[in-house]
């Protein structure tokens, strides 16, 4: 309640003003007496507000203010209704228009990410009503302390027609959309993004490929040939110029004379991967950056030359065993390889360059084998201009149930007719030898398990020693271990049959008692053609006019034959093939 008399806003349950006195209900004297007035058919109590008499003061007050606002307001208010009462009996019957609206953010800037689907009559009344609902009315509200809070911005007033349809909407809402309406933007905005982006992503992939696929070209006039230089691969590169003009290449850190109309660039392929480490590609591409050197000194850039080198595969041959997968029985086992000399070679990461032989290139590794399956050896060697070449090799040894292991370094290669073997097993185990053998010495197999015996080799080559262990409540263990026995050429080639025209039918009629006496022949011819390289196995005609009598040969001796070479050759029989006796070659003698 204001005071009529101060203009100080007071409460409307206080009597008398609290600045000045005045009294708040002008009929107060009739309030105390409104029973009286009931009772004599008067009218009741009457309480008037200060701010309906029209009273001013020059002390300006908030909450004035803000009764004017709100009568303004309400003013307002009632003006919008007319108006749009105006605009229902003006705005005929049309065909809508769908109309899309770009909402606005916080800051009342548009929203380009926000749109708004309504429908809308074209009309030109409609039109107005739509500039008119553009009008936004904003009150100020006190706080608790009678301070002004800031202004309050609310959404125009919309006229009764918009909202009357149920497929109309609201002017920067969508609530009201049935829901198919609103989930319709949504799906043509995926839509739009899937054709816009897989768009994108299709020429971005197809650019790609296209480049990828690009042959680059070189400059008109350039000349890249493949060659050798120095025993080695290289390239030679031509490069069109004037006479006696210089043209620098920056890869080269070199210039060269234009000279008979090129200059010409004779390049090692090695220069460009020497310093490369860790594992190289069959092939490289190589790009040469030219400069036009003029006598000043100033270097003017020409187009780029483009070639592709061979990175050539270091050399490594597997001597030992014949085969990447081996079945042992014995602790240690030997692998034989052989590189180009000066390789570095690593086995299972261990590097192992300093056994290998500066001359031959030959390098043993004795590996331990474990009883438990697969043991895998990875062997590396890089060559020198050379990229990496790998080899596996595998040794498989059972698991045992009883422990039993042939003494370190026993051999696997002998020329002599027996060979000690010694050997260890579970202590007070049961020992078989079932192969041939003498002096079967048992003495210390009780206490510590060892136990020894001399092996009887019955033929030329691979010979088996057998050795069998068992224990009650245990599953026995079997070792097969392969001895390689080949007498010493003083003591083996004397034994030598020749090949004569009789001899070879001998052979021939009788080559499995041969196979099994382990019968020596020499064999004396050229090498005609070459049936296998691994193992290496040839035919050679052994009668003496060279044309007929083959003879197939396996090659166990240390020479290397070649196709066309005349050889002496020491063997003995193992079996036939195509037709033609089968020999073992132990010792070659070139003429």
């Known amino acids: 309640m204001k005071c009529p008399e101060c203009g100080l806003w007071n409460r409307a349950s206080q009597p008398h003003c609290i600045r000045c006195g005045a009294p708040l209900n002008i009929d107060e004297a009739s309030h105390h007496g409104w029973k009286e007035n009931l009772l004599d058919g008067g009218a009741s109590t009457t309480y008037l507000r200060a701010d309906e008499f029209g009273v001013t003061d020059q002390t300006p007050e908030p909450r004035d203010e803000l009764a004017r606002e709100m009568q303004d307001l309400k003013r307002r208010k009632q003006r919008g209704t007319e108006l749009q009462q105006r605009l229902r009996s003006d705005i005929p019957d049309g065909e809508p228009e769908h109309v899309i609206v770009t909402e606005k953010d916080n800051s009342g800037r548009d929203d380009p990410t926000r749109k708004t689907i309504i ?10 009503a739509r500039r008119e609902s553009e009008i936004r009315s904003r009150v100020r509200f006190l706080d608790e302390n009678g301070a002004f809070v800031d202004t309050r911005v609310y959404d125009p007033l919309i006229p009764e027609s918009f909202r009357s349809d149920e497929n109309t909407l609201p002017h920067r809402s969508n609530r009201y959309l049935p829901k198919k309406r609103r989930v319709l933007p949504v799906v043509l905005g995926i839509l739009l993004a899937v054709l816009v982006f897989g768009g994108g992503g299709y020429f971005a992939v197809r650019h790609f490929l296209d480049n990828t696929n690009r042959v680059l070209e070189n400059p008109p006039g350039v000349v890249v040939s493949a060659g050798v230089l120095d025993d080695m691969a290289s390239h030679t590169v031509l490069i069109p110029g004037t006479d006696g003009t210089t043209i620098y290449v920056k890869e080269l850190h070199a210039s060269y004379v234009v000279s008979e109309g090129f200059a010409t660039l004779e390049i090692p392929d090695h220069i460009w991967y020497d310093t490369l480490e860790g594992a190289l590609d069959e092939t490289m591409d190589v790009t040469l950056t030219p400069f036009l050197k003029s006598s000043s000194g100033r270097q003017t850039p020409m187009d780029p030359i483009y070639y592709t080198i061979s990175i050539p595969l270091s050399p490594l041959e597997l001597e030992t065993p014949d085969t990447t997968r081996t079945t042992v029985s014995t602790t240690l086992s030997a692998i034989k390889i052989v590189v180009r000399p000066g390789s570095h070679v690593t086995v299972n990461d261990k590097d192992c360059s300093d056994t290998v032989n500066s001359e031959t290139g030959e390098m043993t590794y004795n590996a331990t084998i474990q009883p438990k399956g697969d043991n895998e050896f990875r062997i590396v060697v890089r060559s020198q201009y050379c990229r990496d070449n790998t080899l596996t090799v595998v040794f498989y040894r059972a698991k045992q149930d009883i422990p039993l292991d042939l003494a370190p370094g026993t051999y696997g290669t002998t020329d002599k007719k027996s060979m000690l073997v010694s050997a260890t097993t579970l202590p007070g185990a049961n020992i078989d030898v079932i192969t041939p053998h003498s002096d079967l010495n048992i003495t210390e197999l009780a206490t510590t398990g060892k136990f020894s015996f001399n092996a009887v080799f019955d033929k030329i080559g691979n010979n088996t020693i057998s050795i069998v262990a068992t224990y009650p409540d245990k599953k026995p263990s079997q070792v097969d271990h392969v001895v390689y026995y080949v007498p010493t050429q003083d003591e083996y080639t004397p034994k030598a049959w020749p090949l004569t025209a009789e001899g070879y039918a001998e052979l021939l009629s009788n080559i499995t008692v041969r196979a099994a006496r382990s019968q020596i022949y020499v ?47 020491y063997a003995d029989a193992a079996s036939t093939y195509g037709g033609m006796p089968l020999l073992n070659a132990r010792y070659t003698y070139e003429h």
Do not use: F, H
């Not at 429908?119 to 107005?128: D, N, P």
């Not at 052994?542 to 009598?549: C, I, M, N, T």
């Open 523 to 569: 064999v004396k011819g050229v090498v005609r053609y070459s049936i296998s390289d691994k193992p290496q196995i040839v035919v050679i005609n052994s009668s003496e006019d060279d044309k007929s009598q083959p003879v197939v040969l396996e090659n166990y001796s240390k020479t290397k034959w070649e196709v066309g070479k005349y050889y002496r050759i």
């Open 119 to 128: 429908i809308k009559q074209i009309t030109e009344a409609g039109a107005r």
